[in-house]
């Protein structure tokens, strides 16, 4: 079932959904040491050259309308279609589905007539579906609707080894999503959400939101205007030195509910797991209607660690114990460590089991209870 459609923001908190609690697995060192950022691993990939892997580049000039598909054709496996600077018209989704670089230059702009998801009978309608293929790369890309809002920007599905990065997606009802793509990396992408999700013309936006999938990389991002920011669902993921504000939640350490997103095959996603084995640590997450960061609904064995959280609505960091604060329960979050490391004033309220708090301030439960 999808997050139900929403009219105000007090109603948006109802949303979250419960997720059955996990047997605890071993926590993670719950020391306050904060090693240092290290995106190497990314920068490695920026520096690959068009051709570097010995493959075909297709250019593709400005003004082209539903030609990238056939680009991507004619590229082939480990080919490069790149975008020259201009705009570039397609009226619906473009499907990869070999192993392909699509790039851009300098102002290219991808405009594609896609719509939002209202109800859960509704298939998701991405600009770009990568689907069942690893190692593509997409990056330098202005990605925009025909209208409004738009529909997803990228849907990352059965696509391991994924990196989307450099990207200004905007106006859309979801930025990026990935299901069953394990090592999905998305970095340093600016996506706006349609905030239309505030006045109830849509159920609900999301910035970067892992589905289904082991050790994301979420790293130097901008993300605003979301229901929820970043969402890394499933285990191992790392969310680091990312800047969300605007949304409800900034950072949401949680469960993606069975049912939530029709996919284009027909099929249906929803999180197997809780996040669990998590990093966030480095982000700035400030101005949001609610926490900056909140771990909830049975997520565990997770760290929070040196984020400049402030100026949020509620928490600056939310350790969620067992609550019906939605109506239903939502599971406690457990074994996870929150450090403050440079950043002292950072409001924090631990009301999970086994969770530990390094630095901050934290909130008496005493005056203000746990629920």
Not at 27 to 46: K, Q, T, V, W, Y
Not at 57 to 83: D, I, K, Y
Request: overall charge negative; aromatic content about 6%.
């Amino acid at each position: 079932m999808r997050l139900a459609r929403i009219l105000t923001v007090p109603i948006i908190a109802t949303l979250l959904f419960g997720c059955s609690r996990q047997l605890p697995l071993s926590p993670n060192a719950n020391d306050a040491s904060i090693a240092p950022i290290d995106l190497s691993e990314l920068h490695r990939i920026e520096r690959r050259p068009l051709a570097g892997n010995g493959g075909k580049v297709v250019e593709l000039p400005a003004g082209s309308n539903n030609a990238l598909a056939a680009a991507l054709v004619a590229a082939g496996t480990n080919g490069t279609v790149l975008l020259k600077s201009g705009l570039h018209t397609e009226s619906g989704t473009v499907e990869i589905t070999n192993t392909v670089t699509l790039a851009g230059e300098t102002g290219a702009v991808l405009q594609s007539d896609t719509h939002p998801s209202l109800t859960s009978s509704d298939e998701l309608e991405p600009a770009l579906w990568v689907h069942g293929v690893s190692g593509v790369v997409i990056h330098d890309i202005e990605m925009r609707p025909l209208g409004a809002i738009g529909g997803t920007g990228i849907l990352l599905h059965y696509a391991d080894n994924a990196s989307v990065y450099g990207c200004n997606i905007h106006d859309v009802e979801f930025g990026v999503l990935a299901e069953k793509a394990n090592s999905a990396k998305v970095w340093s992408n600016r996506i706006a959400c349609s905030t239309a999700w505030l006045s109830g013309a849509i159920p609900e936006a999301l910035g970067v939101t892992i589905i289904n999938g082991t050790n994301a990389i979420l790293a130097n991002n901008n993300v605003t205007g979301a229901l929820f920011g970043l969402w890394p669902c499933d285990a191992g993921g790392k969310v680091l030195a990312n800047k969300v504000s605007g949304c409800l939640e900034g950072i949401i350490f949680c469960r993606v509910p069975a049912w939530s997103f029709e996919l284009p095959d027909g099929t249906y996603a929803g999180s197997a797991l809780s996040t669990t084995h998590c990093l966030a640590q480095g982000n700035e997450t400030s101005g949001n209607f609610a926490d900056g960061i909140i771990v909830i609904d049975g997520a565990h064995d997770s760290r929070v660690v040196d984020n400049n959280s402030h100026d949020n609505g509620a928490y600056d960091v939310e350790l969620s114990g067992d609550s019906y604060r939605f109506g239903f329960l939502t599971p406690s979050s457990y074994n996870c460590a929150f450090v403050a490391g440079t950043h002292a004033s950072v409001k924090v309220k631990n009301c999970g089991n086994n969770n530990t708090v390094n630095g901050g301030v934290l909130v008496d439960n005493n005056v203000d209870p746990c629920n």
